[in-house]
Structures are given as C-alpha cells and as structure tokens.
C-alpha cells in the first residue's frame, strides 16, 4: 500500500462544477504539499499546510492530522484547471521528530473540465 | 534568476553514454531536491541537499546515480552507462529551509535510445 493514497484517479467535470480531491496518508508528517502540474509543464505549489484549511481564490485546502487525510476543492471550475493535481507529504523522522526535507507523493489525478 | 532553472530541457543519449543534468535553485535557497518522473508513474525522490549537511541519497536507484551540490547553490545531477529505464523527466525543487514551501524547475526530459 502507498504511504500516499489519492482519489479519484481521473476525474472529468463540466465547466462551473465543485470538484474534490482526496489525499491519505499513513505516515506522520509536518507538511502536506498540494502540487498542480499542466500537460508538458512544470510543477507549480498550490498549498503547503500542516493544519487546518487554506484558500487562495477558487481553491481550497483542507487537513485533518487527526485522520490522516487532506482534500483540495476547486470551486467554479474553469477549463484552465485541467491538470494533474498531486498531494505529497513531508514526513517525521522515526526519531526526534525531525522533519526529513524530501516529499513523498500520491500517484496524482488527472482533472479534466469541460467547457 | 526569479525561479529554478534546470538545463538542458530535453537531452537524447545513446544507451552506455554519461548524462549530466544542471539545477540553479532560487538564491537564498539551502534546500535543493532532485525528483524523477517516469512516463505513467508518479514523483519519485532521487536525493536531497540540506546546507552543509551530508546529503540524503536514499532515493538513487543504482551506483550509477550520482549528484553534487557545489558551494551550496548549483547541483548537477550525473548518471553514468544510461540504460532505457533512465528515460524520465528529472525534476529539480529548492526551498528556503527544509520546512518551507518548495518550488520546481521545469524539468529536464532524458531520452535514452
């Protein structure tokens, strides 16, 4: 099993439509990235959060540490938002508590909209 | 420069031949991280810089991996005898410390034939 699950896999959605995205994980963390990467493009950071909820314009970023599990919502979504949306954790060492510095990633979900 | 900035793009090599991948990471930046992207799979960690601090290379795949970071900014990222399963978009991301927000160069895409 994936330290980092996220779902849906692909999702496809009209233009306007609320979307959601999941992300669990199993491991303790002191941050969880939310990334966005278009086709032939580069990674772009949407969010980094280790509690609580994010917003920045349509988006929102969400965490429960309790439950192991994040979501970034996407509000009136526009076909400009089709990309592949990746959650990525950064993790606590086993001893200490030290944050390591590398991420570890979910698999990604492909977000296409239609307009 | 404003962002991090990998070189070259794209490269093709002939299986057997050496490769090397540059990253200049955002000014100021004491993290740099390599990352790699195979076609239809997910990031995958190669190897993390922290300062002076000796490196995380738990990520290399093989002996053939191998990176340096030099006076802490520029890190060239070397694989030695390329093979196919090399062929990957490598990734490079700095951030200010090891606990903040990491930004991405575009990427460099190796092709390995």
């Known amino acids: 099993k994936n330290e980092v699950e996220q779902s849906p896999q692909n999702l496809t959605a009209q233009e306007g439509e609320f979307i959601t995205i999941n992300c669990s994980y199993s491991v303790g963390i002191s941050a969880l990235h939310w990334l966005q990467q278009h086709p032939g493009g580069g990674i772009v950071s949407l969010f980094m959060?280790?509690?609580g909820k994010k917003k920045h314009g349509r988006l929102i970023a969400t965490i429960n540490i309790q439950e192991k599990h994040s979501s970034l919502h996407i509000t009136a979504s526009h076909p400009r938002d089709s990309a592949v949306y990746i959650c990525?954790?950064?993790?606590?060492?086993?001893?200490?508590?030290?944050?390591?510095?590398?991420?570890?990633f979910g698999q990604g979900t492909i977000l296409t909209v239609h307009p | 420069g404003a962002g991090v900035s990998q070189s070259p793009s794209n490269k093709v090599t002939e299986k057997g031949k050496d490769v090397e991948l540059r990253c200049d990471p955002i000014s100021g930046h004491t993290a740099l991280y390599w990352y790699r992207q195979s076609l239809g799979q997910g990031l995958e960690f190669l190897i993390y810089f922290q300062g002076n601090s000796a490196p995380d290379k738990s990520g290399l795949p093989s002996d053939r991996f191998s990176a340096e970071r030099t006076g802490g900014s520029v890190s060239t990222l070397t694989i030695q005898r390329t093979q196919q399963e090399d062929s990957a978009v490598y990734l490079c991301a700095s951030s200010r410390s090891q606990n903040t927000e990491a930004f991405f160069g575009q990427g460099t895409r190796l092709t390995v034939v």
């Open positions: 959060l280790s509690s």
């Open positions: 990525a954790v950064k993790r606590y060492s086993n001893a200490g508590g030290t944050s390591y510095g590398k991420l570890t």
